[in-house]
């Protein structure tokens, strides 16, 4: 639950702030890519659960694919975004964020969706 919680707040909360700490990081590409298919793998269980929770609204679905677009940017050359479905490391955190969301209760997925619903 906790590793959970923290992949949706860098993802959703402190992107902005996650997108330039990374950019003057001393992280290796493999660790940054490491951590972004973290959180495109977050991301993708928050979509799944968002739209169970307050439907398809199209400001939520503009900044979902904001928050998206912004990590696959910082996936390197050597991963494509069309290759993650196949990439190991991406499915075990896949499967993780998965097994880990089960953890989320209610109140706390909804304010999940709603800071990416209002995010500016």
Known sequence: MIYFAKRFFCATFALSMMLSASANSDLTIEEQNSLTKGDLASLQVLS???????????????????????????????????ELPQDHEYQSLLAESKSNSQEMSQPELKAACEEVLNAQ
Do not use: A, G, W, Y
């Not at 900044?63 to 910082?74: A, E, P």
């Open 48 to 82: 799944e659960l968002c739209h169970q929770t307050i439907d398809k609204r199209p400001q939520f679905q503009q900044n979902m694919q904001r928050l998206i677009d912004q990590n696959q940017r910082i996936l390197s050359r050597s991963t494509s975004v069309r």
